[in-house]
Nanobody, 126 residues
Framework: QVQLVESGGGLVQAGDSLKLACKTS????????MGWFRQVSGKERGFVAS????????LYADSVKGRFTISRDSARKTVSLEMNSLKPEDTAVYYC???????????????????WGQGTQVTVSS
């Protein structure tokens, strides 16, 4: 059974940094695309960043380019999202997601992901 567990959320002030981590279990391979999405209550879940199985391909939402960095440690089966220069509009529940083993590329489409974590709250105060 594949499980994704996020950690690292919290309450910070505008301009601060925060690093989220997503630990994957239940898989022997790391050759699949991973992504981070976020959701504000009452709104659809939106794309934040994605990374390919090998780590060579990364995608970012325009709103986070230059501030957020996605990375992965295949040996530890962990994907991280480093968030710098945080803004109040970054406040949301952040979800880690995984594609199936058939798809190693990055993707900004929520429909491309089959496994999801439970989410971690990030709150940025002004």
């Amino acid at each position: 059974q594949v499980q994704l567990v996020e950690s690292g959320g919290g309450l910070v002030q505008a301009g601060d940094s925060l690093k989220l981590a997503c630990k994957t279990s239940g898989r022997t391979s790391s050759a699949y695309g991973m992504g981070w999405f976020r959701q504000v209550s009452g709104k659809e879940r939106g794309f934040v960043a994605s990374i390919s199985g090998g780590g060579a391909e990364v995608l970012y939402a325009d709103s986070v380019k230059g501030r957020f960095t996605i990375s992965r440690d295949s040996a530890r089966k962990t994907v991280s999202l480093e968030m710098n220069s945080l803004k109040p509009e970054d406040t949301a529940v952040y979800y880690c997601a995984s594609r199936s083993l058939l798809y190693s590329g990055a993707s900004n489409n929520t429909q491309s992901y089959v496994y999801w974590g439970q989410g971690t709250q990030v709150t940025v105060s002004s």
